[in-house]
């Protein structure tokens, strides 16, 4: 008898679904967590994502302009005072 009731599964069957990008190249078709865009192993559950200001994505400027052109001349000095002590030599 356990297997013959009616199962209301509209609700779940209409939700929003999570749509993060799986592993086969596909989108996820869980349901997403109420509030959230994405399911509970997307990053949905409680405390997850990053915290507000995050430190872990400033910049520390090793890539910039500035550096590029101090390490260049840094280089060509360098080249420079080893042309100059070989001429010594």
């Known amino acids: ?5 009616q199962r209301n599964t509209a609700p779940m069957l209409t ?10 190249g596909g989108s996820c078709r869980s349901p997403s967590v109420h509030g959230k865009r994405r399911c509970r192993m ?4 409680p405390g997850s994502g990053a915290p507000r200001g995050n ?3 400033r910049k520390h400027g ?6 590029f052109a101090q390490r260049k001349q840094i280089g060509d ?6 042309e100059l002590l070989m001429k010594m030599k």
């Open 1 to 5: 008898m356990s297997g013959r009731h």
């Open 62 to 67: 090793r890539y910039t302009r500035e550096a």
């Open 42 to 45: 997307h990053g949905g559950a």
């Open 77 to 82: 000095l360098l080249r420079q005072t080893r």
């Open 15 to 24: 939700s929003p679904r999570c749509g993060a990008k799986t592993r086969a």
């Open 55 to 57: 430190q872990n994505a």
